[in-house]
């Protein structure tokens, strides 16, 4: 899959776990090649997309992002390329292999439709948890590098 930037998504950041999930790969979005929108938001215009039959509903309930030639990617497809963007190969991997992506297709509604529940879970604090992990592995690693050379043995 491929995609133009900027990549627009919009998601629900009423949502703690879908919040908490874009925040962080905002995070590793070091190129600044990701525009994040709350779709959610009572002010949120729909009229743009309704002609392309994408709705604020539909928006709310499966993850959009568009990119930058207007190619619409939904749901599993939208976090395979969000991730590889942000360099997180290995979830974007996980999420489009052909063996594991028909799982992630099946068990991503059910996620969708209860976010909320999962938010009171706590499932949002490991998102937090994750992203304090990535930066201290990205700080250790930076400090291995002097005078333009990186020596990474990892």
């Given at each position: 899959?491929?995609?133009?930037y900027?990549?627009?998504?919009?998601y629900?950041?009423?949502?703690r776990?879908?919040?908490?999930?874009?925040?962080?790969?905002?995070?590793?979005?070091?190129?600044?090649?990701?525009?994040?929108?709350?779709?959610?938001?009572?002010d949120?215009d729909?009229t743009?997309?309704?002609?392309?039959?994408?709705?604020?509903?539909?928006m709310?309930?499966?993850l959009?992002?568009?990119?930058?030639?207007?190619?619409?990617?939904?749901?599993?497809?939208?976090?395979?390329?969000?991730?590889?963007?942000?360099g997180?190969?290995l979830?974007?991997?996980?999420w489009?292999?052909?063996?594991?992506?028909?799982?992630?297709?099946?068990?991503y509604?059910?996620?969708?439709?209860?976010?909320?529940?999962?938010?009171?879970?706590?499932?949002?604090?490991?998102?937090?948890l994750?992203?304090?992990?990535?930066?201290k592995k990205?700080?250790?690693?930076?400090r291995?590098?002097a005078?333009?050379?990186?020596?990474?043995?990892?």
């Amino acid at each position: 899959m491929n995609a133009t930037y900027p990549l627009t998504i919009y998601y629900d950041a009423s949502c703690r776990l879908c919040n908490s999930e874009m925040q962080n790969i905002k995070i590793h979005d070091a190129d600044n090649q990701l525009i994040l929108i709350d779709c959610s938001a009572n002010d949120f215009d729909q009229t743009p997309f309704l002609a392309e039959g994408i709705s604020k509903e539909k928006m709310m309930n499966r993850l959009h992002a568009q990119d930058a030639s207007g190619k619409w990617l939904v749901g599993v497809d939208a976090f395979v390329v969000i991730y590889r963007t942000v360099g997180l190969n290995l979830l974007a991997n996980l999420w489009g292999h052909p063996l594991t992506k028909p799982i992630a297709e099946r068990l991503y509604p059910w996620v969708v439709r209860h976010r909320y529940v999962l938010s009171k879970l706590g499932l949002p604090e490991l998102f937090t948890l994750w992203g304090k992990y990535a930066a201290k592995k990205a700080e250790k690693r930076s400090r291995k590098c002097a005078d333009g050379r990186c020596s990474v043995s990892e």
